[in-house]
């Protein structure tokens, strides 16, 4: 392949970037940090490959074309690692650009001492900044995993590592290794594809980071910031397995707080008891707001015993919680508690659970009742199955 057509490709690669990048920008302004620096650095670069296509056909002076290109091209793989760290973290912070002090750094010296005018210095410090900057993108795509985990990160990763691989290769062609300078154009020609790819795992990486959050919303309570009864639902299995509980819990005298404090107060009440609720259960556990002042939790491995301990543990913690408006709001839970002894279906421990929790309110509320001992409270107090 000539290096006119090579040169073609290039710029060709990073032109289709910069409009992918730029448009969904364009398309979700909010939603897409990141890539309005991308769509820059990409842009810069096309323009820099497109300076060396008229240096190479003389269409401008050596001078102008070599360090016109050379200081064009750093800057815009400094702007691609800024772009890929917005990406990433989904933040916008100005001192992002402190970064262009390497590339400025650079040109600064190409232009004190010349080295650009020799084609294998300004290559192999081209290329060694390419590296930087491309291998520091590859780390902070796939390190940011910890903190949001997608897919796509790997992919975006992968692509970013390959070109850094790819960049070094050339540099090590380019420095006049010989086993690689025989072969230095074909790894230009598969940098070039890993352009496009950037390019498009970027936009994969972004729409799934927007399905991720959209399915955030939708299983989120938006009032207490816990789980919702979609979610909750969601994660019960087709069959209850011995061992698996339900504890619904319901606030006392709740229509009482909204009473005398008004709404705001009760959604004061009601985001202080879900965060308490959510501390006191583990990582794995299933919680969710039901609806109301109604609250599920499902979890594993419990016999009554331990989860009558987890419930009464909740509901102590609610007793002595201090919830300030403007005035302090004290609260109490009444919950019901059933607990799988042989497979049976959710819903039917969810429903015999759900008249745990009424035989606890007619008992007085602020009390925890089993399932097993719903019998015994209805015979005591009829009205405990009717009333909450």
């Excluded at 230009?188 to 972004?206: M, P």
């Excluded at 989860?307 to 004290?330: G, H, K, Q, W």
Aim: aromatic share 10%.
């Amino acid at each position: 392949m000539d290096l006119a057509t090579v040169l073609l490709l290039h710029k060709s690669s990073f032109l289709v970037g910069a409009f992918c990048f730029a448009y969904v920008k364009w398309q979700s302004p909010q939603a897409s940090k990141g890539l309005g620096s991308l769509a820059v650095g990409f842009l810069l670069l096309a323009f820099a490959s497109t300076v060396a296509g008229w240096g190479e056909k003389e269409a401008l002076p050596f001078r102008v074309w070599t360090i016109g290109s050379f200081s064009v091209g750093v800057l815009g793989y400094a702007a691609i690692w800024v772009g890929i760290k917005r990406l990433s973290s989904g933040n916008v912070d100005v001192k992002d650009w402190i970064s262009l002090f390497l590339p400025a750094l650079v040109v600064a010296v190409a232009l004190a001492t010349g080295f650009h005018l020799d084609n294998q210095s300004r290559g192999t410090m081209f290329n060694a900044n390419a590296s930087i900057f491309l291998g520091a993108s590859a780390v902070k795509i796939l390190w940011d995993n910890q903190r949001e985990p997608l897919s796509a990160r790997f992919l975006l990763g992968a692509t970013l590592a390959g070109a850094t691989a790819l960049t070094g290769l050339v540099l090590s062609g380019i420095a006049g290794w010989q086993h690689i300078a025989d072969d230095v154009r074909f790894y230009f020609f598969l940098l070039i594809i890993c352009h496009f790819a950037v390019s498009l795992f970027a936009l994969i990486f972004v729409n799934e980071r927007a399905e991720a959050e959209l399915r955030k919303l939708l299983e989120t309570d938006v009032l207490t910031g816990v789980k919702n009864r979609r979610w909750f639902y969601s994660k019960l299995p087709a069959s209850l397995s011995p061992g698996d509980c339900f504890i619904i819990l319901d606030i006392d005298h709740f229509k009482r707080v909204n009473d005398q404090l008004g709404h705001e107060g009760g959604d004061v009440a009601l985001k202080a008891v879900a965060l308490e609720v959510a501390r006191q259960l583990r990582p794995g556990d299933a919680f969710a707001r039901l609806g109301g002042e109604e609250f599920g939790i499902f979890v594993r491995d419990h016999d009554e015993a331990g989860a009558r301990m987890l419930a009464e543990r909740i509901r102590m913690a609610i007793r002595v919680l201090n919830v300030e408006y403007s005035t302090p709001i004290s609260l109490s839970i009444s919950a019901g508690v059933g607990v799988c002894k042989e497979p049976q279906r959710p819903e039917d421990l969810f429903k015999a659970t759900d008249k745990a929790l009424y035989a606890a309110k007619g008992l007085g509320r602020n009390k925890v009742v089993l399932v097993d001992e719903m019998q015994v409270a209805s015979l005591s107090h009829p009205e405990s199955v009717r009333s909450r």
